[in-house]
């Protein structure tokens, strides 16, 4: 398509009218042709009917009429339905490509544009300004098309039946159109208004869910409730005018067009009289003139969607009307692959307010060095990472890799020999997986990067996570999958015998730490409820949700002795969780510890509420049920705002085997109890390996029984599985089921996954503990120096004794540069640095 | 407080209850309010470490702060020669109050050297909860000046001899 070449921002509206639609609107055009023949078609028949079949009294001349007439109308609905749908496909179509092609469009723009554009404006842009823009393109050709023939046709009928009444009826339209793009300018003017302070109340309200945290925790819920109140006053300002000018032209128009029958009274009903006019020929014509109001008041319409749609489209095209600094990909050659080599002469960067960020910067890397920068933050340390990377525009200078000028590439040249590692990783929803294939995918998706891309093998996927220190954390996520009933049986097998192996290894060493599932004993860190019925259920009913609601339950808890000494330990859980958390925000981290949930919070401090007034036997039917539910959530090692009494904990061991032998009489099928070669498929594969839970979160316990759980993995051979499995984990919005950590490890896996010619890390492993950081450094030691070169911004100084070259920079120069020893030995800046002014 | 955690254990008392009355002994919080007093028993959770184990180590940021219920913890000090123990703390010692409030890589490693039940408390976690109560921050920073006036001071009586070799060294309340 020839239009795609100019950037969508400089197209007109009308380009988008033909654009991949062409063929919709020629057949438009067809159908109206045909529409506005049926349409005409009863007039003459009602004229034929009145002054032929009814003045001659023929019958069979009346049913032919009449049969012509219904027909038509019945043409007549059915392709005008046809319009309608092709006119929505059309505008739901230009819609979508007008949206896709502005969202590549902005997907380009340089970062410097983001500074100054909220999320929220540019969803708004997408979302809502293009809607009626759509519309529009829908409506251009088949309204004016068909409205304008159809008017034409009955005017010229009109003319043909009475020229004199004709010329009259028809004179007030032109008064309507003096007037119409006087009031169609204050529309416009208030319209435009509308779209920036849309804009702006976008861009607030995604600045506020991005800000939750800061908002929640300084409860700043007034300052950030004003500012939004403010503004949605004043958007319904701006939006009563809009709608006042528009329904003012509706008004306007609906008034002149109603004078029209009036003028055909007057001067038709004279003539008339006189006898200078046909009754029939008069009739003929007022109901002529009444079906010109239809097609009049859609083309006004379609003038106004026009209007709107062109105020919209245009404002919002202006403000992404900024063009990309790089050209995405070569259309004449290939992408290159660059020799590693870095040199960079006499480079600066001023920003737009003429802030000289970077001054004359000069430093050259022969491929495979290591090059590190350091100095105090907004020394230009990561500015000049960002330039050399492309993702700034150096003012002025040079920057060169493997000898070519780095703003004279295209992405796709920089995408293929560089791997890039930002200071705050941007993780996306998705899976651990996706996010770890993501560098490589894009590089691979550039349709002419030499054919070389392919997808990495699971193998390589491993060795990544090994490599930045993911890979545990990702044993993790799969070990606590929970694997469905029917679910890869061999797993399952294998995970039993597992289960057996630990017991026999590592249960003695363990048991500290782990609390086995064992039949005679009580299970601190899980609930009531599992601890008496101690398996599985098979059925709904026995799900734990559902226990404090089924009758059969409740009525097994009465004949154990255990409802009201539940009950009593439900209140207190109640009374001591509700004045904790009584006054803290809804944080989930203060509901870790928690019987009660987030969002039950409010249901309970109602209970609590009730409890001061009444005494247990004196509650309802309902907060009975409440107190009981959360009676039996309550696990003592976890929950520890109530203790377990030592007498219920002995009714709750006697309740097990008799709901045991209860529910085995009863529904032998209902439930399937933990036993040592029956998996547990409501639980984590963790959980069944242990067949039990851990009772310490501490991370050196984790450790201790991730190594004995690893080396049982690795004899069954099935570590790679689990870590597979862990590899489907979902990270959640920007990745906010990870830590810091575990983000900034998935971004450098990510990035050595692609196994890039030129690495540039801006203080990638700042979120790293000591380990991590030390293995990371150790890689691109060991086995990355001499071969690929690293640009790396570093804040910690005690990992860059390894570096070919340190550059210490300040106010945006670099003012030492060599090995680290070297600039030790110089006591100059770096030697200030590590060990403070002297 | 022995006896309390192992009450606790058979049930007499909730782990709340307890870590709440030792919160009430410890200086750093001991001035605080009863409602806040109550936020931080409830995000405090006990731990149990064997002898060998470490509590945190030397140049790792694990942000939490300890409070010895039980046991005994050897201070170790890593240098290029390997560990020295530098001494051992017994219970009712509270570690770590400065690495709850900011970021920080311990200088030193903790050791447990029997079996050590501690109390512990997150920095993320104590962050959370003190920025609900916004009162609290100025009356912990007053806390922690005075332990280390009190600190130097106890230092200076207690070097009052060999004043020639610390007179380099001291002036830490002067910060």
């Known amino acids: ?838 | 407080m022995n006896s309390n955690t192992e009450k606790n254990e058979s049930g007499e008392f909730s782990e709340f209850q307890v870590n709440l009355n030792l919160l009430r002994d410890i200086d750093f919080f001991s001035g605080l309010p009863l409602d806040a007093l109550k936020v931080f028993a409830y995000l405090c959770t006990q731990e149990v470490f064997m002898p060998g184990q470490y509590l945190f180590h030397q140049n790792d940021d694990d942000g939490s702060a300890y409070y010895v219920i039980s046991g005994t913890t050897t201070l170790c000090y890593a240098e290029e020669t390997g560990e020295a123990e530098v001494r051992d703390y017994r219970e009712e010692t509270f570690f770590g109050s400065l690495s709850i409030l900011t970021n920080m890589h311990r200088l030193f490693s903790l050791k447990a050297k029997t079996e050590v039940r501690c109390m512990v408390i997150s920095r993320q976690k104590f962050q959370k909860a003190i920025g609900q109560f916004p009162g609290l921050m100025p009356r912990i920073i007053k806390t922690i000046a005075n332990r280390i006036t009190r600190w130097e001071k106890q230092f200076i009586l207690d070097h009052a001899g060999n004043w020639p070799d610390c007179r380099d060294h001291i002036g830490i309340s002067l910060i």
């Open chain 1, 1 to 838: 398509m020839a239009t795609l070449k100019t950037p969508v921002v400089k197209r007109s509206l009308f380009s988008w009218i033909f654009y991949q639609n062409a063929r919709l609107q020629i057949l438009l055009v067809f159908i109206i042709f045909a529409v506005v023949f049926a349409r005409v078609l009863p007039l003459e028949m009602q004229k034929r009917i009145v002054n032929e079949a009814i003045n001659l009294g023929k019958i069979d001349l009346l049913l032919y009429y009449c049969g012509i007439y219904l027909a038509s109308v019945i043409t007549a609905a059915v392709l005008k339905y046809g319009i309608n749908i092709l006119e929505t496909l059309i505008a739901q179509r230009a819609t979508a490509h007008m949206r896709k092609a502005l969202y590549h469009h902005i997907l380009t723009l340089p970062l410097n544009f983001f500074r100054n554009t909220q999320p929220g404006a540019v969803v708004n842009a997408l979302i809502n300004e293009m809607t009626v823009p759509g519309n529009f393109v829908g409506m251009s050709v088949a309204a004016p098309l068909s409205n304008l023939l159809t008017l034409l046709a009955f005017a010229g009928y009109l003319i043909w039946l009475n020229p004199l009444l004709a010329c009259v009826s028809l004179s007030i339209y032109p008064i309507v159109l003096l007037l119409l793009p006087l009031l169609q300018r204050k529309v416009n003017k208030t319209n435009k208004k509308r779209v920036d302070q849309s804009r702006r109340v976008s861009s607030r309200i995604a600045e506020s869910v991005t800000g939750i945290h800061e908002i929640q925790g300084n409860g700043a819920f007034g300052i950030e409730g004003r500012k939004f109140d403010t503004m949605i006053d004043k958007l319904l300002k701006i939006r009563i005018i809009w709608s006042l000018y528009r329904f003012g032209i509706k008004s306007m128009n609906n008034f002149f067009t109603s004078l029209g029958p009036f003028l055909v009274f007057i001067l038709g009903g004279y003539l008339t009289i006189k006898g200078q006019l046909e009754l029939g020929a008069l009739v003929a014509f007022l109901s002529a003139q009444e079906k010109l109001y239809d097609p009049w008041k859609e083309l006004i319409e379609f003038y106004q969607v026009y209007q709107e749609g062109r105020v919209n489209y245009d404002r919002t095209m202006e403000l992404f009307d900024v063009a990309p600094e790089h050209l995405l990909t070569s259309e004449d050659r290939d992408s290159y692959d660059l020799e590693n080599s870095i040199e960079v002469k006499n480079l600066s960067f001023i920003t737009d307010d003429g802030i000289r960020l970077l001054d004359d910067i000069n430093f050259s890397l022969d491929p495979g060095e290591h090059m590190a920068l350091v100095g105090f933050s907004g020394s230009g340390k990561s500015t000049l990472a960002l330039c050399v990377g492309q993702l700034y525009k150096y003012s002025s200078g040079h920057a060169t890799i493997g000898g070519k000028e780095v703003s004279d590439l295209t992405k796709e040249d920089m995408v293929r020999n560089i791997g890039f590692i930002s200071q705050a990783p941007f993780i996306f929803q998705g899976t651990i997986r996706d996010n770890l294939l993501y560098a490589v995918s894009a590089a691979n998706s550039s349709s002419n990067n030499g054919g070389e891309g392919r997808e990495p093998s699971l193998d390589d996927m491993i060795s990544g996570l090994q490599q930045s220190g993911l890979f545990i954390d990702v044993l993790r996520f799969g070990l606590n999958t929970v694997i469905h009933k029917g679910r890869l049986p061999e797993l399952v097998d294998a995970i039993l015998r597992i289960r057996r192996n630990f017991k026999a290894e590592y249960g003695e060493e363990l048991s500290k730490w782990v609390e086995f599932y064992t039949e005679d004993k009580y299970l601190y860190y899980s609930g009531i409820s599992n601890n008496l019925i101690f398996g599985t259920s098979n059925t709904e009913a026995f799900t734990a949700s559902r226990l404090a609601s089924n009758d059969y339950f409740m009525k097994f808890l009465n004949d154990a002795d255990l409802t009201r000494p539940l009950l009593t330990l439900g209140a207190e859980l109640t009374v001591q969780t509700v004045d904790i958390l009584k006054n803290l925000p809804p944080d989930e981290l203060f509901f870790e510890q928690s019987p009660i949930g987030l969002l039950e919070l409010n249901t309970y401090k109602e209970v609590a509420g009730q409890l001061k007034k009444k005494k247990l036997h004196q509650l309802g039917r309902e907060p009975r049920r409440k107190l009981l539910e959360l009676a039996l959530r309550f696990a003592p090692g976890r929950h520890k705002m109530a203790a377990l009494p030592g007498l219920l904990e002995t009714l709750i061991l006697e309740g097990r085997s008799m709901f045991h032998d209860l529910i085995l009489k009863d529904d032998p099928d209902a439930i399937s109890f933990f036993q040592m070669d029956e998996y547990i498929h409501s639980q984590t594969i963790l959980n069944n390996i242990l067949f039990g839970k851990t009772k310490s979160a501490n991370p050196e316990v984790q450790e201790k029984i991730n190594q004995s759980i690893i080396q049982l993995l690795i004899e069954e051979e099935l570590l790679e599985t689990i870590v597979e499995i862990g590899m489907s984990y979902e990270v959640g919005t920007k990745g906010d089921k990870l830590s810091g950590g575990q983000r900034q490890k998935l971004a450098i896996a990510r990035a050595l996954l692609k196994h890039p010619k030129i690495l540039i890390m801006d203080e990638a492993t700042s979120a790293l503990d000591n380990k991590s950081q030390s293995r990371i450094q150790k890689l691109l030691e060991h086995r990355w120096k001499g071969k690929n070169t690293v640009i790396a911004v570093v804040h910690r100084l005690d990992i860059i004794k390894g570096y070919n070259k340190v550059a210490v920079m300040k106010a945006g120069k670099i003012v030492e540069m060599g090995s680290y020893i070297e600039l030790i030995e110089k006591k100059g800046t770096l030697y200030e640095l590590e060990y403070g002014k002297k």
